[in-house]
């Protein structure tokens, strides 16, 4: 049973950056693309970014493209998203999820939520203006 941990939330004002970590145990993520979601108070989960299991492909949601940047640790097991150019808008609870694919280059960013095959208990991000 795959178990992803993520690290790395916290406050931080306008204008910052954060750096996410998604660590997974119990398995590999070998096999796995990785998505990283967000849930803000009072709306749906969002798919975010995505990387594929390879590595060598990424997507984004045009909300974060050109300030957050998704990439993976094969050896390590760990996915990272690195926020710069925070904004008030992106206080979420961050999580990512894992999706089996044996098509190691292939990602989705608009995963439905109920697709993905684990997920990690989430971290908090705020943004202060």
């Known amino acids: 049973q795959l178990r992803l941990v993520e690290s790395g939330g916290g406050l931080v004002q306008f204008g910052g950056s954060l750096n996410l970590s998604c660590a997974a145990s119990?398995?590999?993520?070998?096999?796995?693309?990785i998505t990283w979601f967000r849930q803000a108070p009072g709306k749906e989960r969002e798919g975010i970014s995505c990387?594929?299991?390879?590595?060598?492909?990424?997507n984004y949601a045009d909300s974060v493209k050109g300030r957050f940047t998704i990439s993976r640790d094969n050896a390590k097991d760990t996915v990272y998203l690195q926020m710069n150019d925070l904004r008030p808008e992106d206080t979420a609870v961050y999580y990512c999820?894992?999706?089996?694919?044996?098509?190691?280059?292939?990602?989705?960013?608009?995963?439905?939520?109920?697709?993905?095959?684990?997920w990690g208990q989430g971290t908090q991000v705020t943004v202060s203006s």
């Open positions: 119990g398995g590999t993520l070998d096999y796995n693309y």
């Open positions: 990387i594929s299991a390879s590595g060598t492909n990424a």
């Open positions: 999820a894992a999706k089996s694919n044996f098509v190691r280059t292939l990602c989705s960013v608009t995963s439905l939520p109920g697709s993905m095959d684990w």
